[in-house]
T-cell receptor
Framework: GAVVSQHPSRVICKSGTSVKIECRSL??????MFWYRQFPKKSLMLMAT?????????EQGVEKDKFLINHASLTLSTLTVTSAHPEDSSFYIC????????????FGPGTRLTVL | QKEVEQDPGPLSVPEGAIVSLNCTYS??????FMWYRQYSRKGPELLMY????GNKEDGRFTAQVDKSSKYISLFIRDSQPSDSATYLC?????????????FGSGTRLSIRP
């Protein structure tokens, strides 16, 4: 149980375009989802916390107009990187928490974004 | 000072050896402690979860938490080449649907056949 999927797994886009990444909890309802960014050989950097039906809470230094997050249902959250630039190239990972029980997060497989 | 400190490694040991991975932390409010395993270009996978102090064993893996020393460990017995990955410790302060998890920087582990 507690499977989280992400789509796409890899995306290459031109500078200036927008890219949408989907995060789905497949076998549980996730009231809270998190979006992380990970640079090579570095740890996870939390970008934002997303609660179903409300606005996301962004970490300091993360531009909310640049990284649009929508959590429209208990099983789906999306991250849209708007007007992407090469410095946005990174590994983006989402995670989800179940609505009850432990404090653990279950991670998706990640999306590798390359902006040319 | 970082809230969670973890030696990045790399750590290389022969197959069959016992591996010890460790993290220290500074925030005494942390109560939930986790270990994640991350293979290259994949998302982290939850390995172990413990609450407060004590030991927890699951197969070849043992997690230890010493809150008095603010020190947590993950032991891997009879290590296998398939255990080669980056191991991330993680912790949080309280249960809530929106509580944040603080991650260590990860230790890269390589098991030599």
């Amino acid at each position: 149980g507690a499977v989280v999927s992400q789509h796409p797994s890899r995306v290459i886009c031109k500078s200036g375009t927008s890219v949408k990444i989907e995060c789905r909890s497949l076998d549980f309802q996730a009231t809270t989802m998190f979006w992380y960014r990970q640079f090579p050989k570095k740890s996870l950097m939390l970008m934002a916390t997303s609660n179903e039906g409300s606005k996301a809470t962004y970490e300091q230094g993360v531009e909310k107009d640049k990284f649009l997050i929508n959590h429209a249902s208990l099983t789906l959250s999306t991250l849209t990187v708007t007007s992407a630039h090469p410095e946005d190239s990174s590994f983006y990972i989402c995670s989800a928490k179940t609505s009850a029980g432990t404090d653990t997060q279950y991670f998706g497989p990640g999306t590798r974004l390359t902006v040319l | 000072q970082k809230e969670v400190e973890q030696d990045p490694g790399p750590l290389s040991v022969p197959e069959g050896a016992i591996v010890s991975l460790n993290c220290t932390y500074s925030n005494s409010a942390f109560q939930y402690f986790m270990w994640y395993r991350q293979y290259s270009r994949k998302g982290p996978e939850l390995l172990m979860y413990t609450y407060s102090s004590g030991n927890k064993e699951d197969g070849r893996f043992t997690a230890q938490v010493d809150k008095s020393s603010k020190y947590i460990s993950l032991f891997i017995r009879d290590s296998q080449p398939s255990d080669s990955a980056t191991y991330l410790c993680a912790m949080s302060g309280q249960y809530s649907s929106a509580s944040k998890i603080i991650f260590g920087s990860g230790t890269r582990l390589s098991i030599r056949p």
